[in-house]
């Protein structure tokens, strides 16, 4: 609740997110479906509105800071009203991968788009799914309840660098204590 015991609206959450603090509990809020908003995220992490790019960085990292996955889709939630929007893949990209430590002890830290940071490992696993048409593979990292992030060619190719064998000869790195297979046996 903002001041005066009223909601949290917009420009609350936005000045919330400004000073630094904390995600907003998305999960916790059950707000009445209110129906769509023209709000698409494109598989190259682009919002839109109505079409257009949103331009300010500030209103995106705001959108992504509501955004939460429902069984029926992704929706932006507040605590008074929830609206389904489009995404064509996933909601982030990890564009920067940050590697501390070697071997089991490995530690892969990704950054979005919309500047989350994830730890890759048993909360936030790796995956890799690959196009039955084309082979080519396509890979995301867990980043928070339930959002994913596409991988960048640029930041898998810097993850293809770090992979080592693993059980039957099935390449992967580790991050976090965890193993991650990413590709096929060497």
Known sequence: MSGGGFPL?????QREAAAGRRLPPVEKWNPAHCGEIDIRIAR???????GSPIGRKELVRLF????????????????VEKMRIRVEDVP???????VSGEG????????????????????NPIRVETDPATGEPAPYVHIRKGLEARI????????????????????????GGVFFPIGRPE
Not at 9 to 13: R, S, V, W
Not at 112 to 119: F, K, L
Request: aromatic share 10%; hydrophobic share 45%.
């Open 64 to 79: 992504s800071t509501i955004l939460r996955k429902d069984p029926e889709g992704y929706v932006l939630v507040t605590p």
């Open 9 to 13: 609206g917009l420009a609350d959450l």
């Open 152 to 175: 960048a060619r640029s930041v898998f190719y810097q993850l293809a660098d770090l992979t080592v064998p693993g059980v039957g000869g099935v390449l992967g790195v580790w991050s």
């Open 104 to 123: 089991c002890d490995q530690v892969l830290t990704f950054t979005t788009n919309v500047g989350d940071e994830a730890v890759a490992g048993r909360d």
């Open 44 to 50: 190259d992490g682009t919002w839109y509105h109505m």
């Open 92 to 98: 982030f990209l990890a564009v920067l991968m940050d």
